[in-house]
């Protein structure tokens, strides 16, 4: 079973404010989401790699959708019911991963709901 922490889940411009440092990541229903666009099943698979590394690391794991030629990633902080420090962490360090790999965002649109 979940159980709630006491850790601050950010909304509207409390997010807003955070997304502006996150280029390409949107805000939805308490999620962030990001799309990167790859070359190659090869580059898919890197990136993925990157993303389990970094998620073990910080013992918080996204959602990962493998769609040739995209990987949609998405993050919420469950036991917290929305979008928490530990998401904008790991966004940073997923789009840093990314850009390492030559891998560039998807376009998306801002938005916070």
Known sequence: MMTRTNEPVYQGSALTT???ALPAWSATDGWLRREFTTDGWRST???????????EAANH???????????????TSH??????TRDIDLARQVSAAAGE????AAPARLSVA
């Open 79 to 84: 036991d917290a019911g929305g979008v928490t």
């Open 101 to 104: 790999l030559g891998i560039p």
């Open 45 to 55: 698979m890197m990136l993925v790699n990157a993303i389990a590394f970094l998620a």
């Open 61 to 75: 794991h996204p959602d990962v959708d493998l769609r040739y030629p995209h990987v949609r990633v998405t993050l």
């Open 18 to 20: 955070r997304l502006d």
